[in-house]
């Protein structure tokens, strides 16, 4: 597989994980709980911990599943396996699309203890290890859904040259946590955390269609440029 390939592989599944919600709705959470209690400054800071948490594990699992691929199969997955992904990938979506949120509001399918845990650490953290930490569980939690897109991310990795394989972990991280950098700067612009949960609520059905749809996407791109070759 070329460089160009196996990047365009990764750009697409670090943009399919940005599609899901888990992390960025926690991040309006603290936003909003912060805000009634920090200055503006303080609460800039606690959201940049907050996505570096989430970034770093998007970085290191990409890097952790490319070393156990490689090292269990002695290179790239075989065309079963790739199969095995879209169909997971496929499955994914099919579901997504009937049980992503729970109910009239945007609580996702996560089980609502863990889903209580989350809102109420995102209402609570005072300091930037605690938001890093936060960011880090909240990817955690997402790996149900997440660890597909990383395990193609990381078959692609390593077919790649061996010069470009950190760059491309680091671009897939990247584009997981671009809609938090978007919200941060959208925030930071004179929008509030409110406003922008008003809009997630009345768009909910248009966001789990995007997530459901990228899933698709990402099983058809595998199947037009990875199996039929």
Same mark, same amino acid.
């Given at each position: 597989?070329?460089?160009?390939?196996? !990047?365009?592989?990764?750009? %697409? /599944?670090? @943009?399919?994980?940005?599609?899901?919600?888990?992390?960025?709705?926690? =991040?309006? &959470? +603290?936003?909003?709980?912060?805000?009634?209690?920090?200055?503006?400054?303080?609460?800039?800071?606690?959201?940049?911990?907050?996505?570096?948490?989430?970034?770093?594990?998007?970085? !290191?699992?990409?890097?952790? %599943? /490319?070393? @156990?691929?490689?090292?269990?199969?002695?290179?790239?997955?075989?065309? =079963?396996? &790739? +199969?095995?992904?879209?169909?997971?990938?496929?499955?994914?979506?099919?579901?997504?699309?009937?049980?992503?949120?729970?109910?009239?509001?945007?609580?996702?399918?996560?089980?609502?203890?863990?889903?209580?845990?989350?809102?109420?650490?995102?209402?609570?953290?005072?300091?930037?290890?605690?938001?890093?930490?936060?960011?880090?569980?909240?990817?955690?939690?997402?790996?149900?859904?997440?660890?597909?897109?990383?395990?193609?991310?990381?078959?692609?990795?390593?077919?790649?040259?061996?010069?470009?394989?950190?760059?491309?972990?680091?671009?897939?991280?990247?584009?997981?946590?671009?809609?938090?950098?978007?919200?941060?700067?959208?925030?930071?612009?004179?929008?509030?955390?409110?406003?922008?949960?008003?809009?997630?609520?009345?768009?909910?059905?248009?966001?789990?269609?995007?997530?459901?749809?990228?899933?698709?996407?990402?099983?058809?791109?595998?199947?037009?440029?990875?199996?039929?070759?």
């Amino acid at each position: 597989m070329s460089d160009l390939l196996c !990047l365009a592989t990764i750009a %697409l /599944a670090g @943009l399919t994980q940005a599609s899901l919600q888990l992390s960025f709705g926690a =991040l309006i &959470l +603290l936003y909003h709980a912060s805000m009634g209690r920090h200055r503006r400054k303080r609460t800039r800071f606690l959201a940049k911990s907050y996505i570096w948490g989430v970034g770093t594990v998007s970085f !290191l699992m990409i890097c952790c %599943l /490319a070393f @156990l691929i490689d090292t269990i199969m002695g290179g790239a997955l075989s065309i =079963l396996g &790739l +199969l095995i992904l879209v169909g997971t990938l496929c499955a994914i979506a099919f579901v997504m699309w009937g049980l992503y949120f729970r109910g009239t509001g945007t609580e996702l399918w996560i089980p609502r203890n863990l889903s209580r845990y989350v809102s109420r650490r995102a209402r609570n953290t005072n300091d930037n290890l605690e938001a890093f930490s936060l960011g880090m569980l909240s990817n955690f939690l997402e790996m149900p859904l997440s660890i597909v897109l990383s395990l193609v991310a990381a078959n692609a990795m390593i077919t790649m040259s061996s010069q470009w394989q950190v760059l491309a972990a680091l671009l897939f991280a990247a584009l997981s946590i671009a809609p938090l950098i978007y919200l941060k700067i959208t925030i930071k612009t004179g929008h509030n955390a409110l406003e922008i949960q008003k809009w997630r609520q009345k768009n909910k059905k248009f966001l789990k269609n995007i997530a459901s749809s990228s899933f698709l996407t990402l099983a058809l791109f595998i199947i037009a440029f990875w199996v039929v070759k």
